[in-house]
């Protein structure tokens, strides 16, 4: 496993994508946030199935900073880019929340 | 009423009254531990973990400081600089077919600076590393020379007197104008303080997966909570991990026990590391050295075949061309979280190995891993500005929980234009701390910019200059209402903040531009971070001068924001 072709750029883009992803989901499944996304496209999934993609994207993330030599290394990316994907889907949520009286009216 | 019968019916009262006495449950208790714990150093915390995250930029920041020594990319531009920043040296050839920057380095050192005590070469910090430019010190009796050279160019540098990123770096720990033992043991205590309080903070929070993603506008206190729970806890596992390392970074000297239980000689110890410096010998005779290049090139290889990621970061010689030197060589793995490296020592004369690394014990590994990870300079830029981002993550948590501590008690007061001592103490290291230590830091770079380059002990008054700015920030917030303060402070740092590009570009040949057009990443990364920080800070201040706390919660922000202003 440890010789798939990805170069580290690659699979930085990847481990913050798929972690991007894996956030979503999980946002969307929240407590507060999910009846947002009620009849929404994304819901023909019910919601624990779609909890449960958020965590395997996660998951897979981290199981890809084995694919490199350099796993240390990507394991402390796959904790930053967790963090940074939470923080802009927290970002978004938070604009969204601002935005949504004013696009009602 | 008998003895026994008052007996009885005392007991009853007691029985009945007991529920009444409130006992403080587990998690009220984690509440008062957080909130103290977190506000006693608060402010020193703040400013740890500020000069901490500047810090995962210090040696760009250093190169910053520096304007006058061209990026690798601007080499050609190095003749036209001016006489006093650069010397193309001579009889140094030019035209090597692969040149090996090393062997290049100390044929110039051979040709310049045979007969001094020890030269130092070095790529410098690995995020601003280039084989091309080397760092080199050549140290004498008497004095220390620091200069970068170009091996394409064979241009040496010498770089204006300045503190650079590097006082942001010491100052994380050492703080400054005090015993650097007792700064780490204060910076240690603040950061167990922190560890203790970031702890009991998962306790405290009820919802911590309720409220993830969740923030909720305009609502006074709850906002300000829910900021403080977004910036500790999505960057929870970083805030543990830095704290944690933070403290094993320096647990030698909180912990010294250590090393007496198992019976090191710390004298011996210290006297083997020092062996390796250069000696004030006295009798040193002439002797040719050996040619230094295939040295590197055998030790590389070596190294290589245990990691393919090694390579030789620095090179030292001692009493160079004399029978006393000695060539200490380094190397460091790319990427490699761990910040113990890999050294070899020959002897100048002969090439003969004299002492080699061995593989760490477990322990040191897992000490300097831990290391590496709390200063994480094995990172790429990526990885550098997502630990950028955690640390101001960091501050931001340190800062709404500061805040929150005044929001909340703000409520309670009698008379808000008279508060107690206490709160009166707190908002205004508040606004001292959280808005005056960016505007002294942005001061610092003015100053850098602004002091003429021939003044003496130029980096020492960079330093001054910046806490005369911070003390003088902090006599401002005692001098006005804190209203006031907060907002001439954060209007400070936004319009500092907006102009040091302008600045940049008035007194060097960097400015953007100029930057753009030599494609200098370096330094249009720094203007547009200052854009960037520019636009938080303007809002900061926006916030500060036209929001208040409302009085019914359930009015709507926008409302409330106009009835504010319009009453303005």
């Excluded at chain 2, 930029?57 to 190169?63: D, G, R, S």
């Excluded at chain 2, 942001?168 to 043991?185: E, G, K, N, Q, T």
């Excluded at chain 2, 960057?235 to 239980?261: C, D, E, N, Q, R």
Aim: glycine letters at 6%; aromatic letters at 12%.
């Amino acid at each position: 496993m440890s010789h798939l072709v990805i170069s580290d750029s690659m699979l930085s883009g990847l481990l913050f994508l798929l972690s991007l992803l894996g956030m979503i989901a999980l946002m969307m499944t929240s407590k507060r946030h999910k009846d947002k996304f009620q009849h929404k496209l994304l819901l023909r999934l019910n919601g624990q199935a779609l909890r449960g993609l958020g965590f395997l994207l996660l998951a897979l993330a981290f199981l890809l900073t084995y694919t490199s030599d350099q796993t240390g290394y990507f394991i402390v990316v796959w904790f930053g880019s967790l963090t940074v994907a939470a923080g802009l889907v927290y970002l978004v949520m938070m604009i969204y929340e601002q935005l949504k009286p004013a696009a009602s009216q | 009423m008998s003895d026994s019968a008052k007996n009885q019916t005392l007991s009853m009262t007691a029985t009945q009254t007991k529920p009444k006495i409130k006992v403080k449950g587990y998690r009220l208790l984690m509440t008062d531990v957080h909130t103290w714990f977190g506000l006693l150093l608060g402010w020193l915390l703040f400013t740890i973990f500020l000069m901490g995250t500047v810090s995962y930029f210090n040696n760009e920041l250093t190169v910053w400081m520096q304007p006058e020594i061209p990026a690798v990319s601007q080499q050609t531009s190095a003749a036209t600089l001016p006489a006093t920043s650069s010397s193309p040296l001579q009889n140094v050839t030019s035209t090597v077919d692969k040149p090996e920057p090393f062997g290049m380095a100390i044929k110039n050192l051979q040709a310049t600076q045979a007969n001094a005590k020890n030269w130092f070469i070095t790529k410098g910090a690995s995020s601003t590393s280039h084989d091309q430019r080397l760092h080199i010190t050549v140290s004498n009796d008497k004095e220390r020379q620091h200069y970068q050279f170009d091996t394409q160019t064979q241009t040496l540098y010498t770089p204006r007197d300045t503190a650079g990123g590097n006082f942001f770096y010491r100052m994380h720990f050492d703080l400054h104008y005090m015993s650097v033992i007792w700064a780490r043991i204060i910076v240690g205590i603040a950061s167990m303080m922190m560890l203790i309080a970031i702890i009991a903070g998962v306790i405290v929070h009820k919802k911590i997966f309720t409220d993830f993603f969740t923030f909720r506008w305009g609502k006074g206190q709850r906002s300000w909570l829910d900021a403080h729970n977004a910036f500790s806890v999505l960057p929870l596992p970083f805030h543990i991990m830095i704290t944690f390392t933070g403290i094993i970074t320096l647990v030698s000297l909180y912990m010294p026990w250590a090393s007496k239980v198992s019976d090191i000689d710390t004298q011996q110890f210290f006297e083997e590391i020092y062996s390796y410096r250069p000696a004030n010998a006295t009798e040193l005779q002439p002797a040719p050295m050996v040619d230094v290049t295939p040295l590197l090139a055998n030790a590389q290889a070596d190294w290589q075949k245990l990691n393919p990621h090694y390579a030789v970061t620095s090179v030292s010689i001692n009493h160079p061309n004399t029978d006393h030197s000695m060539i200490i060589v380094d190397g460091k793995a790319d990427r490699q979280i761990s910040t113990i490296g890999v050294f070899r020592i020959y002897d100048g004369q002969t090439g003969e190995t004299l002492k080699q690394s061995e593989p760490p014990p477990l322990a040191v590994t897992a000490h300097t891993v831990m290391i590496g990870l709390h200063a994480g300079r094995f990172s790429d830029y990526w990885l550098r500005w997502l630990y950028f981002l955690l640390g101001v993550a960091g501050c931001g948590m340190i800062a709404t929980g500061l805040v929150l501590w005044t929001v909340k008690r703000r409520r309670q007061l009698f008379d808000k234009n008279k508060p107690y001592a206490g709160f009166w103490l707190v908002e205004k290291l508040n606004i001292a701390t959280l808005a005056g230590l960016p505007l002294a830091m942005v001061g610092f770079f003015w100053l850098n910019r602004l002091l003429p380059l021939n003044m003496a002990t130029r980096a020492k008054w960079e330093v001054d200059g910046f806490f005369i700015i911070w003390a003088g920030s902090f006599v401002l917030t005692l001098l006005m209402s804190s209203r006031l303060a907060w907002r001439v402070l954060l209007s400070l740092v936004t319009l500092s903040l907006l102009f040091t590009p302008l600045l940049n570009s008035l007194t060097t040949e960097r400015g953007f531009f100029q930057s753009v057009l030599n494609r200098d990443v370096l330094f249009i990364s720094f203007d547009v971070t200052c854009f960037i920080l520019a636009l938080l800070f303007a809002y900061l201040t926006y916030a500060a001068t036209f929001k208040q706390t409302p009085s019914k919660q359930k009015v709507k922000s926008n409302a409330r924001l106009g009835a504010q202003v319009g009453n303005q």
